[in-house]
Each structure stands twice: as C-alpha cells, then as structure tokens.
C-alpha cells in the first residue's frame, strides 16, 4: 500500500469511482468526505478549491482517504496547521476519515506516512488538525494504535458531545418525559390553533422542496444577521441545489416536512451514510415558532425513520455546546478537534508539548481571575 497526494481538481473519473467503492466499505461512514459532497464544494466554494486529498491506495483501490482542505496558521499550536474543513463549515460535519473495513491499520498507517512525505517533500504543515474527529470509534482505535507505533503525537484540542440514538439503544423511544410532553402539548395546540391537520410528510421527490426549503430557511434567523442560511449566497443556493438533485437521485436523502393542512411549515434533510443517518439541515417558518415546529417534526420524523428505513442509527451532526439536540437524541457521540504532528521533530515536540502548554495557559487565567476579584474585593 502506497500514499499519494492528489489534487481534488485533477482527480479523474476511475479515481472517482474507486473513492465511491472506498465511501462502500467504509469502517465508519462519513458522507461529508464522499466525493458528491466533496466535489461539489471543491467546485463551488473557494474555500474548497485547493483541496488535496491524501489516499492510500493498494493497486487500483483507495484504501483510505483524508482531505486536508486549508493549510492554516492557529494561535494554538503557534503553526500553521493542515485543516479537515473548509469555508464555509457547514458542508462538513464529521473529520473521521475513509478507512476500508478490511485494513484499518494499513489504511492509516498509510495515510500517516503520506501526511509525513507531504511535510517532508512538499511543503506541506508538519501538523494536521481534524476538525470533528469521531474519537469513540474504531477508526479512532486504528488511529492511536498506528501514531503510537510511528510515535505521531496527538492531542485533542477541544472535545464534546453530540447527540445520537441507535436503534439497539433510546431510538425507539428517546423523549425524557418533560421533553415528550411539551412537544405532543405544542403539537396538539397548533392542530387546535390552525383548525388543521398537522402531519408529516414525506417530501424527497417532490421538486418544489428544494425551493420551498431554501425560501423557509432565509426567512427565519439564518437569514439574518450573521445566519448561514444558503439562499443568503449564490455560491451556497447553487451548491445546495446541486447537492439535492446528486443526493435525492442517489436515494441517499430524506426530505421530511411538517405540513399543517395544505402549508409546510418546517422541513428536515437527513443523508444516508452505511449502516445510518446524519441529520444535515433543517428551517422551520418562524410564524409558527410558539408551537416548537422543528421539535415537533423532529419527534416526528425520528419515529418515521426508525419505522421506515434499516438505519442502525441517527447521527446529530452538530457542533459542540447543542443542548436542543442532546435532549432530543440523548444517546452520545464523542467528537475532537484532534492534533496530529505528522511532520519532523520540532512539529512532533510541538505537538507533545501541547497539554502542558494548555494546561499552563489555563492555571495563568485562572490566577488572573483569582487577581482581578481580589483587586474588585468580591
């Protein structure tokens, strides 16, 4: 098995198709390094663009793949960094790279020495990041086992929760009781309010739902201010319409929508990935807000999955510190910004170093704080 560095411009159709078999066989599935939603950003966003990809390749088969979408100078560690996302962040939600199921080790192993060659040879950060690293599965496993061996330091720079359901675990029924009977109360009051019928709906071939969605998610908060909804940019409505139309034609996306008699009134997108989904985008029309529209159709359309797919399980795909969607999907998945020092010795020292620099750098605010209240007399 040998590493290479390839161009996400210059990669071909059979290197497509061989990264589409790797996506297959994945360990763990990870939609956001496929190559439909990686092409499509590398050719919509700049911030995209540049990507290379890093790939492990045995013959003609990938066996693993990283993209390394920026290289970038952080604060911590004071160097510049290869980094998993792009701009903008929202079209990727999971840093855990493609590993094929038969040859995690090897796969990594190689993936490794390719970020190595690349900061040796190519100019390449000697530090790679992994921006939303699934930390508790067995990639992560095969990832320790292959640093620990080349003595690759790493270091998790940040580290959380989100939220998850399996379906061995609380899918069936993941409502704690406070939460369980607000939203059947605030569902039960928009049927009494509207004098309609509020039900879910099931909306992936309908072509109106990519619009209908673009026009709910600009009129709400995302819209505004410093919201991310896509219909805000040119370059995020063409690629979410270019992203629906590969996804919903592939059978990998559920569109679901709460509908209060003939009008939607929330929509939900979730992507199938192996054995499970990621919830990806959601907007809800904000005349509706006192009634909890988003809780409401998510309740709705957990139990619609459950009951109508064979997923194993339902992947939140937020960001850290969502408190909404850890109460609603409570089992948890345990996620890290991860730094790896792939590159020459002061990259591996700097990388090692880091918990005690962190740690150091915590103990002097701490005693800052401890200084200013002593100084304010509270």
Not at 181 to 186: F, I, M, S
Not at 347 to 376: E, F, I, Q
Request: proline letters at 5%; a positive charge.
């Amino acid at each position: 098995m040998q590493s290479r560095l390839v161009d996400i411009k210059d990669v071909t159709p059979d290197e497509v198709a061989a990264w589409r078999t790797l996506s297959d066989r994945a360990l763990e599935p990870n939609p956001y390094f496929e190559p439909d939603f990686l092409l499509l950003s590398a050719r919509h966003f700049p911030g995209y663009a540049d990507t290379r990809l890093v790939v492990a390749q045995d013959g003609h088969a990938i066996r693993g793949l990283l993209p390394v979408a920026q290289f970038a100078r952080r604060r911590i560690p004071p160097a510049r960094v290869g980094m998993t996302i792009g701009v903008p962040t929202a079209v990727t939600a999971l840093s855990t790279p493609l590993v094929d199921r038969d040859c995690p080790d090897e796969a990594v192993g190689t993936l490794i020495d390719g970020l190595g060659a690349a900061a040796a040879s190519s100019g390449w950060p000697g530090i790679v990041s992994l921006d939303m690293f699934g930390s508790d599965g067995p990639v992560a496993d095969a990832l320790r086992r292959t640093c620990a061996a080349r003595r690759r330091p790493m270091f998790a720079k940040e580290a959380w929760v989100r939220g998850l359901v399996t379906r061995s675990g609380r899918w069936g029924s993941p409502l704690a009781g406070d939460r369980k009977r607000e939203t059947g109360r605030r569902q039960r009051m928009l049927a009494r309010d509207s004098g309609a019928e509020v039900r879910l709906a099931e909306r992936t071939l309908d072509a109106s739902a990519v619009d209908e969605f673009l026009r709910m998610e600009a009129s709400g908060w995302k819209g505004r201010d410093s919201g991310r909804a896509f219909a805000r940019w040119a370059e995020t409505t063409a690629w979410f319409r270019d992203w629906h139309e590969c996804w919903t034609a592939a059978g990998r996306v559920h569109v679901l929508s709460l509908e209060v008699g003939d009008a939607s009134i929330a929509m939900q997108y979730f992507v199938r990935a192996g054995a499970g989904l990621f919830y990806f985008r959601t907007a809800y029309d904000e005349e509706y807000a006192r009634y909890a529209p988003g809780a409401v159709l998510l309740t709705l359309a957990m139990q619609h999955l459950f009951e109508h797919t064979d997923a194993e399980w339902l992947d939140s795909s937020t960001n850290k510190n969502n408190g909404f969607l850890l109460e609603m999907m409570p089992e948890l998945r345990h996620i890290e910004m991860l730094l790896i020092g792939t590159g020459g010795a002061l990259d591996r020292r700097l990388v090692a170093a880091l918990p005690a620099m962190t740690n150091a750098a915590a103990a002097g605010r701490r005693a800052r704080d401890r200084w200013a209240k002593l100084r304010s007399g509270s």
